[in-house]
């Protein structure tokens, strides 16, 4: 008999606008989960009503969880994803390329910004002269997911990009005991990519230069090992799939409609498709991509664990800096007295 295990980022939209936003979405087996299922969670990760630091819930934090690998200050992604990108052990921090963005007084954070691996390896080649005999050394094995490695992992808790993006930054700088040094490593990296001729030509084309670092997701190796917890992992963040190859698990892209294969055990499923399109501030898009959620996922899952081929269906939801977590089983379905409610009637509260 198979399980299913669903994670969703970004269900459940401010009160103030979520009535707008959701008004004549079509979601009935996505809503009788959430009225059906039963509520269940940790105090770890902040499951049901307790509310948490943004990065405790992030979906870094939570992957780890759901893999077995201990966060004592940060989620240990760079790593994992230092490993899949083929760099091999160390102590690392990632250190995506980002644009910097003055509005309204405040400096807000675009990250995924459009870059050549050749530009990559030229800023990176910068970055390495200057900070030589520093203790740090740059990579950039893929275009946007730079690393630097370094001689020991600094005492300093940071946020991740996807929890920085499209926000102020003041307020999500490292923190902690190193804190002080790595603001100025921060401000020095502004500095010089400021006159790199890579940014230089950048803006001539019209493109956003490559203005920041962000630093995230410290670790070692050898202590961020994930787990076998999981028998398949399907996902459409590369996150999840960096866990599921460190820990030996098959994976497979997000496809538009869950099929239901003749595959037991315990199957995980990463959605982050709302995340997507709340950053970039498309509700249109956030509306269209629930509803093809709807349709694709919820509504087979829901037929299939009313018929019995699937034994159990946990539903994580995470949110800011809040998470619900449910758990059905096949008698749920069949619990009509909990009558379901709009999307827009929910919260993480």
Known sequence: MKSFHLVITDLFLPNDFATEVCAGLRLPALEKMLARGASTGSARTGFGSARMDVSDVSLEN????????????????????????????????????????????????LPNVDISADEAGQLCAALNGNFAGQGMEFFAPHPQRWYVRLDKLPDIVTVPLSQAAGRNVHDLLPKGVEALRWHQVFNEIQMLLFAHPVNEDREARGELPINS??????????????????????????????????????????????????????????????????????????RAALQDFETGYAQPLWLALRAGKISQLQVDILGGDRARRLLLNRADTWAFWRRSRPLAGCSLV
Not at 248 to 266: L, T, Y
Request: net charge negative; hydrophobic share 40%; proline share 5%.
């Open 213 to 286: 670092l962000w630093f995230w997701g410290g670790g070692c190796g050898v202590n961020a090992t994930p787990q076998k917890n999981y028998d398949s992992v399907s996902s459409d963040e590369v996150l999840a799939g960096m866990f599921a190859s460190a820990a030996g698990i098959p994976f497979a892209g997000w496809s538009g409609q869950w099929r239901d294969e003749e595959r037991n055990g315990r199957q995980l499923l990463v959605w982050t498709g709302l995340r997507r399109a709340l950053q970039q501030g498309d509700l249109g898009a956030w």
């Open 62 to 109: 939570h992957l780890c969880e759901l893999f077995g690998v201990p966060c004592r200050t940060d989620a240990p992604v760079a790593p994992i994803s230092a490993a899949f990108d083929g760099l091999g052990e160390g102590c690392w921090l990632r250190a995506d390329p980002a644009h910097l963005r003055l509005q309204r007084e405040q400096m807000v954070l």
